[in-house]
């Protein structure tokens, strides 16, 4: 059959005649047969790549095309020669353009990645007669892999096409231009961001929508490429731009507009104020900005942006608003206070969703220390505390435990609140407690007082009775128990007696607390007050989890920090891919593998936009505008903590990213210093020293906990411990000289033997080692110029850092199994107890040291050595993760019946070598470490059953 | 062609809105409303100005009516009855099913307060219901109930009209026809069962079937975004509005002039009605209210938010909340709210609405609080006042009154001071004890509402009606100054003429066809001087990456006489009128000044050839050093900038020199220069470059 068939077509062919149809239809039985022999098939392309020369009948044409398609997708080792054949000139260049857009998609279907079609091609079937083709041209121009200047040519053109399909298409592509392409002209980026201008005032909602996105993402370049001082009023302009939109008739665009304007960054007050008051103030009257010339754009424009959008007809497009002022809190405070009282309003609001959105946003300025509340608002506040809704109750809750009330009568009316909550609602107990206990240790003096009002309550009534059954008593104990435990000094006395009392609620009580305390250690801490209020809290490990900002995640009400509104709206019917890839890497589905590399390479251009940003943020500090500066670094640890990092390469970037935030976070406060402190303040010196040694810690992790970083980065982190190092010589009140010059002159060493036959070192590093021969030159050590150093500085100025290198992130986890406060290991005193550990390694080389700290006090610490065998047998030992369990020894078990210590997992780190470390038989170099420190449980072995 | 816009209310006041639009040869009445302020003939607009002879069915197209409010409403009955307008009335659907209640209701409330009917009862019914027999063939009845016949009952048509299906018996005459079927729009409610012997009495007597239709001329209800058309040339379509319930903007268009009349609306949406929704259309004219013209409102979260907390700490204590409202609007917004709260809040206090009609009397006086919406708002009599005068004593309750109460009503004198007694009549007298909270819930748009409104449609003109005066003629300054739209603010029985759009038609070369489907961009660098940099750093040219596609301003149009207008592309202008090309050049030939260094004998010799180039290259330096703008090209013997031209001159009869006025000298060497009409301008000023400088020579 097959050499029969063959046969006939070589006949045909031979006769210069095309194939006809049947012989089409022919040979399509041999490819869809699976029998079919390879070598047939070979024959069967060559047939048809010598009929496609002979023959131009597009019914022939498309019937070869169908046939091409299927081989491919049937034998994927001949798709290489099916596509050839797809991408030569006889599909191309036929005068019809279905055919043509069949031809495309069928090569678009069948390779993922890079399709190399040539630009020209790419643009004369563009500027073709065809709308369709040149809407499916648009729409897939980023999987045909073309030149950027033309791609960016084809868009800026077409968004002058007649058509408003195609015109969305093209602002569409820009925007991904935009994202991902690197933009130096300024003629182009202004170009482009007028254009979309223009089209803000398109006829088609759609269009419009897309213009949106469009503004706010060249307007976010333009201000990014702007030189000269005009930042602010360039970043203004745009977000005025921007805001003009939210009156838009159309949903989709204000969706768009709200989400565009959470992105634009650093607002000047005036502007955000403006949005909260449809009033034009008086600071903004006549102010027209000019962020180019012919788009001026009055600042009156953007008046009332959020009212207009919280009392939106649509839900979808209220939450959006709050979200959107969310992002915008931080830049002041005073829109903060504003837009908190608004939020206060929108608790009053018929969709749930929105007052959780509300909430949120709240508690976001919790979070963010921006949180203001007054009396009126309290009430209005206090009252969602008997909400019907749970998830309302408990995000209050959440938002009153980071509250810091000013007032007693502030305070007073939220524990009222919270007491109301516990008697409408007694299912929430645990939570109430909590809070309580939280609010108690926030505010210590007005505890004390609340508890001295409130004792008669508390007393055993007149028969001897005590009154504990009601859990309004409960939560005073609660709230009572707390005032020891207060972050502020001197609260005041809570009578001892109260602390018995509260004994007897222990189990209730401690279930409430268990993310604070366990049992034991709350039984223990109350006994001891209950005998004498004089206490000291050293011997109590309370968990600060909920005081520390980073340590406290947002609450998770939507999955991922990019508006949630906007990605429901457009999975719903709206179009977005770049959402969609979110949306997949969240589910790990196998559509995800394919993205992933192309995904990684976005995350790294997304990364460098970030240290883009970090290097403008420096100026800010160079010019004393520390504040703004630390506001916008905060934006970006926010933004990178809401990358992907599910896909493989990418955790490490980003983890890199956020420590290099940190440690120009830090960087930036001790600079602040350099320029405010010109007197001596002994106060001052206890906290530039905590900020230096803050400064220092983060330096060491970033230089520690980092592999795979390439030359040049590895440079960048070392001139940025110089820096540290010099700012630490400038100030004589804190540096140990001797010490910091060591640091340096090993630094610098270190930096020359890295320059060695690669880039030429930076001024600042030129000048360091020059500063630093002179010092060695001139005799002893003793002629001590903090001026040279502070001079040096002059010559510092901040490097864009560029990722190019996968830096991988070193750290552990650590578990114990199976221990908890209720399952203690057992141990026998003065005997070594074994502690068995699970320990997961990841980005460990083989040849590091690792070692295990154990310890029950300062005094009491022992040192584990990990052996490297030992690392090595790990199952599921690849390179990057080793998971192996280990049976540590504990040596020093006390003479007790039950006690804890914590463990934690270092490596020791040779290029550190100086001597700070001084525990014998412990690591002899500095040991940062991987994971937070793990509290174990352990209990003498014979008490153990008594626990059971 | 031009729109007239003859303002017979509402022009600047607020009462008896009534605008007739001439549009394209159409006339069109937006809303008839009557003015609640008057009770003598300024009540009702001036008809008489629309025709003099009272023909008012040929003189109006159609007339629309934007919501039932009675100031836009009020003089429909009027009209219709009393004026004798037959012709069609469009309104949508639940506009016309609320309007006959509101006009009875003010019909019965003028009854009571004595003043003169102007229309009776059966007018508004009339008014409202009233029909025409249309006629159909017998055959088309035939059809149209096999058609019902075979979708079933439950049938589903494509159009939505509410209409009976009337058939009348020639033995009993037309008046007493019986019902059979009602189209709902959606189903065909009454089955075919219900007409007796229907097979019978067709064949027996051969029925003349007519259909009693709303339909037809009358008041013709409209679905939003529905296009209706008129006639043939005239099209309408409403546009939510906000405001009440059926609120509607209307869009009109005849041939190519359109225009939109707002009604009132709200911008903002509350919690029972949505913000105003309108497409962008292409207007040449928008006639809006403009009842809060400089007024800026707060957020409504901030009233809601007032409303609940009294509400809240009254009932919290015990009282009871006596809520007056008008039947629509208000209250429902008001119920929402309240509904929601009591939800969210766990309250049990009950709600009552005494509109349903039986309700229990008991209850009034019943223990605990409760909240009550009773009728009618504002206390003016029914059982708002009776719950009102039972629960004014206690001084737990409170009583919510809406933000304007007319003059001489309680609720009235509740607002304007608080009163310890309200005397009723002579022997009542109401002991006033209970808190008072008042509203300020509105259903208008604000300032920046109607500014947002404007910028969005930017039609060519603006008219504001429904205003206060001198508030109009702020917005009217604002509109005019900063969206540049010419606004007016017509007095009443004035009229507005404005320009209108009026589009030709023109037939397309195929050239140029072809040209508009294949894209054809260009990119330019505009360069401009940006003037706000001169105090600065003097002149700083600014230059931009722009783009333009000519595929479509390339068409040329050519008007022949007699002919068709006609778009052609510019490569086809010559063929078309057999013209060839000509294009004007100036030439012009002069001597430059000549330095030389060397001693070289005389100029002609110097000029043989071999030091053209030389020359050139000098001159162009010193062009480039003295010339800002162009481009300067050396092309050996030739130096070209833009289309001016510049080469040495040998000829010493050139014809482009002005005989006589140059004597030929050893120092100079003549330049003979030509140039196209658009470089005038730099040709001249590289001419007199060229004079006023000197050439060094080696």
Known sequence: MEVHVMNSVQQSLDNNQSLSCQALASLRSLVINPTTSDSTLSSVLDALTRSLQLSRDSVILYHTLKLLTDLAARRPHLSPFALDLLRSDSLFSSASPRLVGESLSALLSLTSTGNDIDAARFVSLCLGPSVSLRLCLLRNAEKLVVRESVLLAVFLGFTRDPFPYVRKEALDGLVKLCKNGDFDDRDVIEGCYCRAVELLRDTENYVRSAAVHAVCEWGKLLVISSQDGNKQDLSDAVFIQLGGMVRDMSIEVRLEAFGALGKIGLISEDILLQTLCKKVLGTNKDKIYKPIEGLDIPASAVAGAFIHGLEDEFSEVRMSACFSLRTLIVFSLQFACEALKLMMDMLNDDSMIVRLQALDTVHHMATTDHLKVEKIDMHRFLSTLVDNSSVIRSVTRKILRLAKLPQFKLFKLCIDGLLGNLETYPQDEVDVFSALFHIGRNHGKFTVHIIEEASPELEPTCGGKLGFDSTRVAAFLVLAISAPLSHEKDVGDIPPRIFSYAVTWIGRISYALSDIMNQEMLLAYLSKCSRSSAISLVDFKIKETLLTVEGDAPINLCSTVDSPVGMAWKNSGGTSDFHHKIQLGIGKSVVHAEYELGEHSELRKDVNLIFKKVKDFWSLVQLGCTNEALKGIRVCKEEVASFNKESAGCAGAVAFTLQYLRVIEKLAAVWEYRRLTKTFHPYRVENLELRFAKLDRRLREIRNRFIGLTKGEELQILELLLVAWVLRLSKMEICCYDTTIKLLSSTVAHAEFLHEGSTEPSNFMVEVKKSLHDVGSSSSGSTYKPLLFEKLLDSFSLQQFVLCGTPRYIHAELKVPGNDSENPLPFIPGLPASIPLAITLHNVSTESRCWLRISMSEESTQFVFLDSNLICSGNRSSNVVREFTFVAPFYLTPKAISFTSSVSLGIECFSENVDRVKVSGGPKCELPYLCPEKQIFLCKSSERSAFI | ?698
């Open chain 2, 1 to 698: 062609m031009a729109i007239d816009c003859l303002v017979l209310g509402a022009g600047q006041e607020v009462g008896k809105s009534c605008v007739v639009v001439s549009i394209n040869g159409k006339r069109i009445m937006f809303d008839c409303g009557m003015h609640m302020g008057y009770t003598d003939s300024r009540r009702y607009p001036d008809f008489s100005l629309i025709s003099k002879t009272g023909d008012f069915d040929n003189a109006l197209t159609c007339v629309i009516v934007t919501h039932f409010h009675l100031d836009h409403i009020g003089a429909l009955p009027y009209f219709t009855e009393v004026c004798g307008y037959k012709g069609p009335i469009y309104m949508t659907y639940p506009t016309k099913a609320l309007a006959p209640l509101m006009l009875e209701d003010y019909r019965k409330n003028m009854d009571r307060r004595g003043e003169g009917e102007q229309f009776t009862a059966e007018h508004i019914a009339e008014c409202m219901k009233k029909g025409t027999w249309v006629s159909f063939s017998f055959a088309h009845f035939i059809q149209m109930l096999q058609c019902l016949e075979k979708d079933g009952l439950g049938v589903s048509l494509s159009f939505r009209y509410v209409f009976k299906i009337v058939i009348s018996y020639e033995r009993n005459h037309l008046h007493n026809p019986s019902i059979f079927g009602v189209w709902t729009g959606e189903r065909y409610i009454i089955m075919k069962d219900q007409l007796p012997g229907f097979n019978y009495f067709l064949e027996v007597y051969c029925l003349k079937l007519s259909f009693y239709s709303d339909l037809t001329p009358s008041v013709i209800p409209v679905d939003l975004k529905q296009t209706v058309q008129v006639d043939k040339d005239l099209q309408i379509r409403a546009y939510y509005a906000g405001h009440v319930i059926g609120a509607a903007m209307f869009y009109a268009k005849v041939g190519d002039a359109a225009m939109v009349y707002t009604g009132d609306y709200n911008m903002t949406p509350d919690r029972h009605l949505g913000a105003a929704q309108i497409d962008r259309l292409q207007l040449d004219l928008l006639i809006t209210e403009s009842t809060y013209a400089t007024t800026i409102r707060d957020s409504r979260y901030g009233r809601e938010r007032e409303f609940l907390k009294a509400v809240h700490n009254c009932v919290a204590a015990g009282g009871k909340v006596l809520i007056p409202t008008f039947a629509l609007g208000r209250a429902q917004e008001l119920c929402i709210l309240l509904e929601d709260y009591w939800e969210r809040m766990n309250l049990k206090v009950p709600i009552y609405f005494s509109a349903v009609r039986n309700f229990d009397r008991s209850l009034i006086n019943a223990p605990g609080p409760c909240v009550l919406f009773a009728t009618p708002g504002m206390i003016v009599g029914g059982f708002s006042l009776e719950v009102f005068m039972q629960w004014a004593p206690s001084e737990n309750n409170l009583v919510t009154l809406p933000g304007y109460c007319v003059a001489g009503t309680i609720g009235h004198k509740l607002m304007s001071g608080k009163p310890t007694k309200i005397d009723l009549d002579k022997d009542t007298q109401i002991d006033v004890r209970c808190q008072i909270h008042q509203l300020s819930f509105s259903p208008h748009t604000d300032a920046k509402g109607i500014m947002d409104l404007v910028k969005f449609l930017s039609p060519k003109h603006a008219i504001l009606v429904h205003g206060e005066k001198p508030k109009m003629a702020t917005l009217k300054e604002r509109i005019q100054s900063e969206l540049g739209i010419q606004c007016y603010c017509p007095a009443n029985n004035e009229t507005v003429t404005i320009p209108s759009t009026h589009y030709v038609k023109a037939d397309a070369s195929d050239t140029f066809i072809r040209s508009c489907l294949n894209p054809n961009f260009k990119f330019s660098t505009c360069s401009s001087v940006d003037k706000s940099y001169l105090d600065s750093n003097g002149s700083k040219a600014v230059s931009r990456l722009s783009v333009s596609d000519d595929r479509v301003s390339e068409g040329i149009l050519v008007v022949g006489k007699g002919k068709k207008a006609k778009v052609i592309h510019q490569d086809e202008l010559l063929n078309t009128f057999g013209e060839k090309r000509h294009e004007i050049q100036f030439a012009y030939c002069f001597p430059m000044h000549m330095t030389r260094t060397e001693n070289i004998p005389s100029a002609s010799d110097l000029l043989c050839g071999l030091d053209k180039c030389t020359l050139i290259s000098r001159l162009s330096t010193i062009l480039s050093n003295e010339l800002s703008e162009g481009n300067i090209l050396d092309l050996g013997e030739q130096l070209q900038v833009e289309s001016f031209r510049v080469s040495v001159c040998l000829s010493d009869n050139c014809p482009h020199r002005l005989s006589g006025s140059f004597q030929s000298n050893l120092e100079s060497v003549f330049f003979c220069c030509c140039w196209a009409v658009a470089d005038e301008k730099l040709a001249w000023k590289i001419i007199s470059i060229m004079k006023g400088s000197t050439l060094q020579t080696t």
